[in-house]
């Protein structure tokens, strides 16, 4: 049976882009429409906090955990010492244990200037799996280009973490192209939450995700979070290792 993950990423604490550059709290409060349509398809996602920029209210978090999402770490630091301390935010906040990580890179805007500039403060956070293992991560969902094609465990003396692959970004995908995406055994989708409703100048992507729900349900699909896909198939890895 084919497999996805879905993960949303939720880098700001408005979807208003105006508010989050005037820098004004708003405990991501309009993420409760992505759990809103969620629970309407019987979907399960992975969500990446950000609790140094876009710390979630405990409302925000609380009906994450009730409707059975994970919820993983959107680092902003790439140093073991500084996402250690991320994580022990959003775990203090959320009183969760939190297993995995990606690291928050540029958006479009820092991309072009990186493109244009080639000055390395816009090209994102450069992190890598052995910050994450060092740090105490199960697994990291960062979905680095030139990662293996499938979930891959990483060794280091004691430690080790699992290393996704690089996921579909289906912010800018067109309808016509949703079932290209499922051409792999194993599919990692991720979109951001505040594009949804439009964002700046971008066009709304909420009927793309609202499609892809939709071709989830009717397609004959196992539904996993990370931690989920690791319970039921990292056996395998460490064997592998073995």
């Known amino acids: 049976m084919r497999k996805v993950t879905l993960r949303v990423d939720v880098d700001v604490p408005h979807s ?9 709290s708003g405990g ?8 809103k349509v969620c629970e309407e398809h019987g979907i399960k996602i992975a969500v990446m906090f950000r609790p140094l920029h876009a710390m979630p209210s405990e409302e925000i978090i609380n009906a994450t955990l009730e ?10 630091g790439v ?10 935010l959003l775990e203090e906040h959320t009183k969760v244990k939190i297993e995995g990580l990606g690291y928050h890179g540029g958006d479009l805007i820092d991309t072009l200037a990186f493109k244009v500039l080639r000055r390395e403060k816009y090209r994102g956070n450069p992190g890598t ?6 740090a105490g991560f199960k697994y990291d969902a960062t979905g680095y280009t030139n990662a293996p094609e499938t979930p891959t465990l990483l060794n280091m ?14 912010d800018w995908i067109s309808l016509e192209k949703i079932e290209s995406l499922f051409k792999n055994d194993y599919t990692i989708l991720a979109f951001h939450s505040n ?10 992507t909420f009927p793309i995700l609202k499609s892809i729900f939709q071709y989830i349900r009717k397609t004959d699909l196992e539904q996993l979070t990370f931690t989920q896909w690791i319970t039921r198939y990292g056996q395998t890895l460490q064997q592998n290792k073995s």
């Not at 799996?129 to 060092?134: D, E, G, I």
């Open 157 to 170: 003396e004691k430690n080790s973490v699992i290393v996704f692959q690089q996921h579909a970004t289906i």
């Open 28 to 35: 991501c409060k309009y993420f409760d429409k992505v759990l």
């Open 195 to 204: 594009y949804l409703h439009g964002y700046g100048l971008r066009k709304p």
């Open 79 to 88: 140093s073991v010492a500084g996402l250690s301390m991320e994580k022990r």
């Open 129 to 134: 799996p052995f910050q994450a293992m060092l």
């Open 67 to 76: 409707h059975k999402h994970e919820i993983c770490l959107h680092a902003d």
């Open 16 to 24: 208003s882009l105006l508010k989050n550059k005037l820098r004004i």
